[in-house]
């Protein structure tokens, strides 16, 4: 078996394949994110389920910011992220009560329950009720597999084998463009075939958990220090891990002391990760990539392509996505987390500005943009989630799975998730009213929170390259703004 030499860690196959079957949740999530678009798109769904659109599709003089603006539409896409906001705390309690393994087991079993339902669908309510068990599985694969590539990746990797969640995500939205490029032609129930596929990534994942070992933090966490030891072995591939599970043994120690971790999140020496990890999911959907990534093929649609020139479209952007994401991969445990951060912020408001200006000035509420126009609102799209996709996509799950200590790291991230979620449902609830009423000024809408993000990271986002996860205290009590919430220490 071949095998990498790093620090006092192997890279071995077992350790690879475990990453890669974990990361499969995110392959859930992205296929999810990319197959709602395009489904929302295709006529015989809209027929069947949402004829009101339909007929509005097909109105003479349609307004090119309003054909798709309709609730119960809009509910199709976002149900599923409240149902993910619910259930993400209940996955936070199964985490630290059963194991991660157990909770992405049941992720998987969730997603794939979702995925039969909506493809028989018949009726909108078994439409709506399988969204909703989309909804629970992404809650709890979103919950536990970025907190275990987190804690079995060895820390000079850390962030590379973080990154592997985001970038399953955009393998899985790229897939889905593509699936719906395939179905869009398969009357009438290409749409069924799009969201039954769901069940695939679901299905690896379930056959994943039959390989990949609990975390060692976790198993030591719920009490069993040799089962611990034994995975630590595993995952490190070496036998000499001594230094490293006595540090997470002590850790274990400190967090079993803490019986109320939720209520620990409201204590002082809390709120930097707790404030970090909340906005960096409320700026990660308002940069407005899910309104992009959601519905592009509708987007490309309004600006005047038709239905298959919108769903290339929409698979080039995917493309765009999955090869910017390996740029993340090799630069963040390079470069670092910040940097990547503040970079991304100059191209997307450069890129979502432009955006803005050319649709402003040459789309109108009736008639198409010219090819060379539209060409090149494809290029910048293409710029915008180029950006993204190295820096807030992977990042904004990466840096909150790294800074919460242990007594509070699973109860911390259910905080992400469930804001990731209300967000992501706000944006895919409001997006397309937003469309028709800002009409392309919801391009300067989301420019403008690009700045705010910029500065938040400038002033309250510490570089947490090279940092041990349970030394992330120095760091807080070093920085010239969080240090304050140490005083008393």
Partial sequence: MSTIQANNSKITVYVVSCWIFAAFGGLMFGYDIGISGGVSGMDDFLIKFFPNVYERKLHAKENNYCKYDDQLLQLFTSSLYLSALV????????????????TIFMASVFFIAGAVLSAASKYRWMLIVGRILFGVGVGFGNETVPLFLTEVAPIQLRGAVNIMFQLFVTIGIFIANLVNYATSNMHPNGWRVSLGLAAVPALMLLVGCFVITDTPASLIERGKDEQGKAALKKVRGVDDVEVEFKEIVAAC????AVKHPFRNLMKSASVPPLVIAVFLQIFQQFTGINAIMFYAPVLFQTMGF??????????????????????????????????????????????????????????????????????????????????????????????????????????????????????????AQAFLTMLCKMQANIFFFFSGWIVVMGLFVVFLVPETKGVPIDGMVDVWKSHPVWKRCFKNE
Avoid: H
């Avoid at 120690?253 to 079993?256: D, F, N, R, S, V």
């Avoid at 999955?322 to 991969?329: L, M």
């Fill in 306 to 427: 038709k239905s298959d020139g919108a769903l290339l479209s929409a698979v080039i952007t995917g493309l765009v996505n999955v090869g910017s994401t390996f740029v993340s991969i090799y630069a963040v445990d390079k470069v670092g987390r910040r940097k990547l951060l503040l970079q991304a912020c100059c191209q997307m408001l450069i890129s979502q500005l432009a955006i803005g200006i050319i649709l402003s000035f040459s789309l109108k509420e009736t008639g198409t943009l010219d090819r060379t126009l539209a060409t090149i609102v494809v290029i910048l799209v293409c710029t915008y989630v180029m950006s993204f996709a190295w820096s807030w996509g992977p990042l904004g799950w990466l840096i909150p799975s790294e800074t919460f200590p242990m007594e509070t790291r699973t109860a911390g991230f259910a905080f992400a998730v469930s804001t990731n979620m209300l967000f992501t449902s706000i944006i």
């Fill in 87 to 102: 259930s993400s705390f209940f996955a936070s309690k199964a985490c630290s009560a059963l194991g991660r393994r157990p």
């Fill in 253 to 256: 120690e400190q967090a079993k």
